[in-house]
């Protein structure tokens, strides 16, 4: 495992938990998740099931039954990951650019919509919750090309703060945010109602996550960006797990 875990790299480690994670957090939107309506095992009638669910019937009742399908489909796009990193090992995890954004939160929304198909079904609100989370990751990440813009600069990449320099793209990347968090809120309040704790409660990481980019504002250099990654990494899984669970607790 730790031989595994060294040539992945540390990136790729972190991308890998993070799709994890975001496949079960697609799980948990569903309906049916951990629910005593899940659907019950297609193979009951075979000999060998019927023996087994004589002996640990809680093995098959519908919450573990759930459960199973979730952690299947969370090794499966861990698999998948783990597949892609092994076949093209010069794949590098980040690219700049806005292509890259766009490719990130592209892979959020499908890590999540996994973990709802792996539930049996797709439902409307958490397609709509991973497309939200999807944008959110996507501006998110534009924040990546703060820390590499000498190495971009010498590739001949165009990015953001190269193009309209460093200022006008962390107000740029400021207004992509606060855009992105009032989309992901608007579908949440569209499906719970106008609630001020939840608003409350969601202000908390919006505003961490502006002030973020306000300090990389008066100091955008590597350092500085390095460290707002991080950050906004941990604000963005915060924001992930209170988006989740307030969509579950109202399917």
């Given at each position: ?7 992945l790299g540390?990136?790729?480690a ?58 299947v ?18 794949l ?57 813009m ?49 608003l ?13 980019l306000r300090?990389?504002g ?15 990494l ?18």
């Open positions: 495992m730790k031989m595994i875990w060294r040539q540390r990136e790729r972190r991308i890998l938990l993070l799709l994890c994670a975001l496949t079960l957090a697609g799980a948990a939107l569903s309906p049916d998740f951990l629910s005593p309506a899940f659907p019950s095992p297609g193979m009951t009638g075979t000999a060998l099931v019927q023996w087994a669910a004589a002996r640990v019937p809680w093995l098959f009742s519908p919450p573990v039954w759930s459960l199973w399908h979730a952690l489909t969370v090794l499966l796009v861990a698999f998948l990951w783990l597949g892609a990193s092994y076949a093209y090992p010069s590098r995890p980040r690219r700049s650019g806005p292509g890259a954004s766009l490719a990130n939160g592209a892979g959020v929304t499908l890590a999540m919509t996994a973990g709802l198909m792996g539930q049996t079904g797709v439902t409307e609100v958490g397609l709509l919750a991973a497309t939200a989370l999807g944008v959110l990751a996507a501006v998110t990440t534009l924040i990546g090309d703060f820390i590499y000498d190495e971009d600069r010498a590739a001949g990449r165009l990015t953001l703060p190269l193009i309209v320099g460093t200022r006008t793209a962390v107000l740029i990347n400021i207004a992509a945010v606060a855009a992105a968090y009032l989309l992901a809120l608007f579908l949440l309040l569209q499906r719970i109602g106008m609630q001020e704790r939840v409350a409660l969601f202000g908390l990481p919006v505003g961490a996550h502006l002030q973020v300090q990389l008066q100091d955008p250099g590597p350092a500085q960006a390095r460290k707002a990654s991080r950050l906004v941990i604000i963005f899984l915060v924001m992930t797990l209170l988006y989740v669970a307030a969509q579950a607790a109202c399917v």
